[in-house]
């Protein structure tokens, strides 16, 4: 697959991510995601957009074709960067990414919520991970999986043990295989929408796993001693169908 160069991946997270930062915003009180969209005009499709995500992914419908195709190998020299929403995992190099509709997308963060932000079939989890991906003329598609409490996996303790103090960026392991964040071959959950932070952008193509991984209660309790609570609730799916790939 062809992969975006450094620059246009930096480029893009970096005005994902001042954008997100130009107005306060958080998850309580009267900044939280209730007000989000009176914050900043920047902001408004918070409130008023009907593609926002997350959703509760229930009442799919069977569609053939429908999955990306995942390349979620390796990244190496991974950074970590923190602020007062979570923490973000990038990389010097990239070996991951995916193909959607013909098109290739390239990772260019992950990220952790606690609690979930995608439910299914009304139920949320203790965890959830987003990588995001980005095509060469800008969009966005994010897989979503979630977690479940169980066997330590054996690399969150290495992500956590990597995470610095708020405002702050690190280092994190040399390699990290993606694969062992990934459910076996499965139908997944796939459905357009938003980015879940302010501006809350309508330019997600999201793809998110019925089957939760598991964590270990240590390693859930460690990551929400440290990031508490950054799930925004579900919104209304409105008009959207979600699918279920076969
Ligand atoms: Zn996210």
Redesign the pocket.
Known sequence: MKYLSAATGLALAVSVSALATAEEWSYHGDTGPGYWGSLSEDFAVCSVGTQQSPIDLAGAISASGAAPALMMNSISDVQVSRNAHGVTYSAESVDAGLTLNGIDFTLLQF?F?ARS?HHINGEDFPLEV?FVTASEDGALAVVGVMFEEGDAHPDLDALWAAIPAENESGEGPDSLSLERFIPADEPVFRYEGSL?TPPCSEIVSWTVFPTPIEASAEQIQAFTDLVEDNARPVLPAHRRYVLLSD
């Open positions: 990220h919520h932000e987003h879940t």
